[in-house]
């Protein structure tokens, strides 16, 4: 019986690769992105195996995914321009088109019918029809000074809307679609220098640029877009040395506990922490590096922080509620994404230089399981389906 | 910042013969890695460019070698690029810029 067993986990994934689709449900699904081999895994964080490994994806260095609201389907997107539509079920590339010359994230709509995503070459937006990835609109980030800028920090918003900053231009834009393919536009400048990228809260109200070119951040209240940015956190490492920044922080994983946001400092190795009543710097908590993923376990108890090279071999966790950090562990070499399964019992963190995907228990800060993965990085699991921003 | 000999054995040959030492074998496997996937991050895993500009030899052509080993040892002032000082050799810079003239080799 543990004979046929095993022949049978053997044969599962062969069959599958030969055509044979899962019949199953995604909710404990999730991709793993090989971002040298330009192909993703197909994972199931129950089983903690792989399922499927799908090849053809491109340059996935810096790529990101989204979710179709059955989560069957992600959205990959490459940084070649490549967005890449991948049946989880099927192990396999549904569609692909290459969309621009240069590209680094993306978002899909509050009703699941749209993605777009944030281009650097040509510098702009450009949204797609879910479905069969036709073009439905494009919106070159031209600045006031008349040049075409990078955009990052793309997010969706509740209204159908798509938030997004201009890099080159220090602006924030809001593309509504309520109205189809013909978006209303509403530009917010001067809103700081070089954002870099940004963040929605979970209820989709407030989006927060990070400022590379200060120390600062931009916010925008959604509900009230009129009163454009306001600046949060304004020089926050005011008469300490700026320290060189060997890979840019990510804003993407809003890390909320109660009242309280956690943020990575940028030039410092600090993680902020706001009290999100007055938006107001509260303390800060030194940590081993450049801060790159601040991540909360989805209970808020903890706070998950991993760093820019040279301290990329260590991850910390952060109790939420002393702001001490209680476990500095050192998961593997070059540590890039943390993902969380969504209760929270487990994180499952990427060692690019050791080739492994390590599964954590969030309690023992124990390690549960390991997995082979070609130069692994981003981890993103089905549940990012139901998340504003996410 | 941590210690590494390899700085110090380098250092001193710099100081000893005025030429920077070739890293051995290991050591270039290592920065091999190290410009494809943390160069990379912001230059591009296939090295044409992402938030930071392209480093393909075409791209550099109209820069000297002096020039690229400043920029990789100490950075570029008002952007997002840092010193690697702390992280590499003198030697270990070259030859990197050796690498980023020859291109990708796949």
Same mark, same amino acid.
């Given at each position: 019986?543990?004979?046929?067993?095993?022949?049978?986990?053997?044969?599962?994934? +062969?069959?599958?690769?030969?055509?044979?689709?899962?019949?199953?449900?995604?909710?404990?699904?999730?991709? &793993?992105?090989?971002?040298?081999?330009?192909?993703?895994?197909?994972?199931?964080?129950?089983?903690?195996?792989?399922?499927?490994?799908?090849?053809?994806?491109?340059?996935?260095?810096?790529?990101?995914?989204v979710y179709s609201?059955?989560? $069957?389907?992600?959205f @990959?997107?490459?940084?070649?321009?490549?967005?890449?539509? &991948?049946?989880?079920?099927?192990?396999?590339?549904? !569609?692909?088109?290459?969309?621009?010359?240069?590209?680094?994230?993306?978002a899909i709509s509050?009703?699941g019918?749209l993605v777009?995503?944030?281009?650097?070459?040509?510098?702009?937006?450009?949204?797609?029809?879910a479905?069969?990835?036709?073009?439905?609109?494009?919106?070159?980030?031209?600045? =006031?000074?008349?040049?075409?800028?990078? @955009?990052?920090?793309? @997010?969706d918003?509740?209204?159908?809307?798509? &938030?997004?900053?201009?890099?080159?231009?220090?602006?924030?834009?809001?593309?509504?679609?309520?109205?189809?393919?013909?978006?209303?536009?509403?530009?917010?400048?001067?809103?700081?220098?070089?954002?870099?990228?940004?963040?929605?809260?979970?209820?989709?109200?407030?989006?927060? *640029?990070?400022?590379?070119?200060?120390?600062?951040?931009?916010? &925008?209240?959604?509900?009230?877009?009129?009163?454009?940015? $306001? $600046?949060?956190?304004?020089?926050?490492?005011?008469?300490? !040395?700026?320290?060189?920044?060997?890979?840019?922080?990510?804003?993407?994983?809003?890390?909320?506990?109660?009242?309280?946001?956690?943020?990575?400092?940028?030039?410092?190795?600090?993680?902020?922490?706001?009290?999100?009543?007055?938006?107001?710097?509260?303390?800060?908590?030194?940590?081993?590096?450049?801060?790159?993923?601040?991540?909360?376990?989805?209970?808020? $108890?903890?706070?998950?922080?991993?760093?820019?090279?040279?301290?990329?071999? !260590?991850?910390?966790?952060?109790?939420?509620?002393?702001?001490?950090?209680?476990?500095? +562990?050192?998961?593997?070499?070059?540590?890039?994404?943390?993902?969380? *399964?969504?209760?929270?019992?487990?994180?499952?963190?990427?060692?690019?230089?050791?080739?492994?995907?390590?599964?954590?228990?969030?309690?023992?800060? !124990?390690?549960?399981?390991?997995?082979?993965?070609?130069?692994?990085?981003?981890?993103?699991?089905?549940?990012? =389906?139901?998340?504003?921003?996410? | 910042?941590?210690?590494?000999?390899?700085?110090?054995? =380098?250092?001193?040959?710099?100081?000893?013969?005025?030429?920077?030492?070739?890293?051995?074998?290991?050591?270039? *496997?290592?920065?091999?890695?190290?410009?494809?996937?943390?160069?990379?991050?912001?230059?591009?895993? /296939?090295?044409?460019?992402?938030?930071?500009?392209?480093?393909?030899?075409?791209?550099?052509?109209?820069?000297?070698?002096?020039? +690229?080993?400043? /920029?990789?040892?100490?950075?570029?002032?008002?952007?997002?690029?840092?010193?690697?000082?702390?992280?590499?050799?003198?030697?270990? =810079?070259?030859?990197?810029?050796?690498?980023?003239?020859?291109?990708?080799?796949?």
């Amino acid at each position: 019986m543990i004979r046929l067993l095993g022949l049978l986990f053997v044969l599962g994934p +062969l069959a599958a690769q030969a055509g044979a689709c899962l019949v199953r449900g995604t909710g404990d699904l999730g991709v &793993v992105i090989e971002r040298s081999a330009g192909s993703l895994l197909v994972v199931d964080r129950t089983a903690r195996r792989q399922l499927f490994r799908v090849s053809g994806l491109g340059d996935v260095s810096h790529a990101s995914v989204v979710y179709s609201p059955d989560e $069957r389907y992600a959205f @990959v997107f490459g940084r070649d321009g490549g967005l890449t539509k &991948v049946d989880l079920l099927c192990g396999a590339v549904v !569609k692909r088109i290459v969309q621009a010359g240069n590209s680094v994230g993306g978002a899909i709509s509050q009703d699941g019918r749209l993605v777009a995503v944030s281009n650097y070459e040509p510098g702009g937006v450009r949204v797609f029809d879910a479905a069969t990835l036709g073009p439905v609109a494009d919106l070159p980030a031209i600045g =006031a000074d008349g040049r075409r800028s990078k @955009v990052v920090g793309l @997010v969706d918003a509740p209204g159908d809307r798509f &938030v997004y900053s201009l890099f080159d231009a220090g602006e924030i834009r809001i593309a509504d679609f309520t109205e189809g393919g013909k978006p209303k536009i509403q530009i917010i400048r001067n809103v700081g220098r070089q954002p870099y990228d940004a963040l929605i809260t979970p209820d989709g109200r407030y989006y927060i *640029a990070g400022l590379f070119g200060e120390d600062g951040l931009a916010l &925008v209240d959604l509900w009230h877009p009129e009163r454009g940015a $306001r $600046r949060i956190l304004d020089g926050y490492g005011r008469g300490e !040395k700026k320290l060189p920044v060997y890979k840019m922080p990510h804003l993407e994983g809003w890390a909320v506990a109660g009242d309280q946001a956690f943020l990575p400092a940028v030039g410092h190795h600090e993680v902020l922490v706001v009290d999100m009543n007055t938006w107001r710097e509260k303390a800060r908590i030194a940590v081993a590096g450049q801060p790159v993923f601040v991540e909360a376990r989805p209970d808020g $108890r903890q706070i998950w922080v991993n760093f820019a090279i040279p301290d990329n071999g !260590k991850v910390q966790v952060i109790d939420a509620e002393t702001l001490r950090v209680i476990k500095t +562990l050192e998961p593997g070499r070059a540590i890039l994404h943390m993902e969380f *399964a969504p209760r929270g019992e487990a994180v499952w963190l990427s060692a690019r230089d050791d080739n492994r995907v390590a599964v954590y228990d969030t309690e023992s800060l !124990k390690v549960l399981a390991t997995l082979e993965a070609i130069k692994p990085s981003g981890i993103f699991f089905t549940w990012r =389906a139901h998340r504003i921003g996410l | 910042m941590r210690w590494d000999w390899r700085g110090l054995i =380098a250092g001193g040959l710099l100081v000893a013969g005025g030429a920077a030492a070739e890293p051995d074998p290991v050591r270039q *496997a290592e920065l091999l890695n190290l410009l494809e996937q943390d160069c990379g991050a912001c230059h591009g895993l /296939t090295r044409k460019g992402g938030l930071g500009p392209s480093l393909l030899p075409e791209a550099l052509a109209d820069k000297t070698d002096a020039a +690229l080993l400043a /920029t990789i040892l100490d950075g570029r002032p008002g952007t997002a690029m840092g010193p690697w000082r702390p992280m590499l050799t003198e030697g270990e =810079a070259r030859w990197l810029v050796e690498q980023l003239r020859k291109g990708p080799q796949r």
